[in-house]
């Protein structure tokens, strides 16, 4: 059951701490894809390990290349898709930020709405988002991705754990139910 402080705004200095966070992401990843896009050829590749090279590629769909080859309308879509759940989990920060037991929840919303944003502001500069991690094993590549990826996926799985912990019977702070 929900009270009124669960769904009251954060204060301003505790949400504004959790934003500066997801600014934080996106100025790693686009100083990184600035990097790699000032040291690389298109499709260029440079072995780092022996399962991890460096490799310039633009992905112009989403995760995967879902939809890479669907002919210029994605590109839209997913900047609209975006920024509607960077809008939404802004919203859902402001309400759980400074909440005991939510930090999982802010740290998973955070990350998303940071690497999201970090690939929207790809897709208006290049038409594609810029991937240049690729990692490989067995003559097997794992399609390239980029930090902000990164930071969506570690993002989710914080959001698919605080939604299990509280599936669980779990308060928000951890504590089982008494």
């Given at each position: 059951?929900?009270?009124?402080?669960?769904?009251?705004?954060?204060?301003?200095?505790?949400?504004?701490?959790?934003?500066?966070?997801?600014?934080?992401?996106?100025?790693?990843?686009?100083?990184?894809?600035?990097?790699?896009?000032?040291?690389?050829?298109?499709?260029?590749?440079?072995?780092?390990?022996?399962?991890?090279?460096?490799?310039?590629?633009?992905?112009?769909?989403?995760?995967?290349?879902?939809?890479?080859?669907?002919?210029?309308?994605?590109?839209?879509?997913?900047?609209?898709?975006?920024?509607?759940?960077?809008?939404?989990?802004?919203?859902?920060?402001?309400?759980?930020?400074?909440?005991?037991?939510?930090?999982?929840?802010?740290?998973?919303?955070?990350?998303?709405?940071?690497?999201?944003?970090?690939?929207?502001?790809?897709?208006?500069?290049?038409?594609?988002?810029?991937?240049?991690?690729?990692?490989?094993?067995?003559?097997?590549?794992?399609?390239?991705?980029?930090?902000?990826?990164?930071?969506?996926?570690?993002?989710?799985?914080?959001?698919?754990?605080?939604?299990?912990?509280q599936g669980k019977g779990e308060k928000p702070d951890g504590r089982g139910q008494s």
């Open positions: 059951m929900t009270t009124a402080q669960d769904d009251a705004p954060a204060p301003a200095a505790v949400w504004l701490k959790w934003l500066a966070v997801a600014v934080a992401v996106i100025v790693l990843d686009q100083a990184s894809k600035l990097w790699v896009l000032d040291l690389f050829a298109l499709g260029e590749s440079r072995p780092v390990t022996g399962f991890f090279n460096l490799v310039l590629v633009y992905n112009p769909g989403a995760a995967f290349s879902f939809l890479a080859a669907a002919g210029g309308w994605q590109r839209w879509f997913f900047v609209v898709l975006a920024a509607a759940v960077s809008l939404w989990m802004g919203t859902m920060l402001r309400r759980h930020a400074g909440q005991p037991g939510h930090r999982g929840l802010c740290w998973g919303l955070t990350l998303v709405m940071g690497g999201a944003i970090g690939n929207v502001i790809d897709r208006f500069a290049y038409g594609a988002v810029v991937d240049f991690l690729d990692v490989h094993a067995l003559g097997w590549h794992w399609p390239a991705f980029n930090l902000a990826d990164s930071a969506i996926c570690l993002g989710v799985a914080l959001l698919a754990w605080h939604e299990l912990r």
